[in-house]
């Protein structure tokens, strides 16, 4: 049952894994959702179980805009603010970086990027100037394979990276007015057990990476049966979900899984290394005292 101190999540990509546990989670905590998805009738079951003043399922494809601002605006009109968005929704495409087709690589951009920075934008703009008083949390899902780019999903990891999706939250949490009591985090999953391996896509293999024994036909080999690799439990990385919005001083990066942090250890520590290595060769690369006035 909901109390006056239930929040109202707003959910996209809730037909399945992460997004469906947290919508299940948080209702099962008292609170209430807003869930999102292309195809609504894959929450029928939740629909029925909770009432229309505790979950809102509105259909979503978060690759038109203005699809995206109108479930911002019916949420808000049903339950008066949004106090946390899980920017959720996502697909995965597997093929080489070289073999990728246009078309897929675009979808890819689309939904992981520009449908994640509509979602973004849409979140800031009603916990800033419609939420009393202003204020929300924003939880961006990012990847591992941000952190360490697996062979074959280059342009996955590419769409969420830190030169992409990434960058851009950064971005908002640096340009933000504090005033705003708007808080971001970025969430680096790795290994958890969704639909992903029986919904990932995979493009015929490119003709010079027919070497069986090449790293992104190795990692083509473990599907079917890609989930035998998962023992992340989604309900449990829920339960976190409702933990990180309780934290007053959230942290910006949250890697969430022992691969995860593996792989943000050894991320880390190649850039230590490189400034350990070379960074004597910043020493001598800037303007002489005597030639700086004037040059751009």
Known sequence: MASSNSKVWFVTGASSGFGRAVTEV???????VVATLRKPAMLDDLANSYAKNRLLVLPLDVTVPSDITAAFLKARETFGRIDVVFNNAGLC???EAEGMPDNDAKLLFDTLFWGAA???KEAVT???DFNQPPGGRLLQMSSRGVLRVIPGVAHYAAAYSQTAFESLSEGYATELDPAWNIKITVIQPARFRTAAPWTNVLVPIHPAYSDPNLPSRQYRSIYPGAERFSDGDIYKFALQMHRLV???DPPFYLPL???ALEAAKIKGQKLLQAVEDYGSWSDDVYLDEENSQGRA
């Open 257 to 259: 899984h022992r691969t």
């Open 126 to 128: 009603t916990f800033r």
């Open 26 to 32: 948080m209702l099962q905590k008292g609170d209430n």
């Open 246 to 248: 309780q934290v007053d």
């Open 118 to 120: 509509n979602v973004t």
């Open 93 to 95: 495409i597997i093929g």
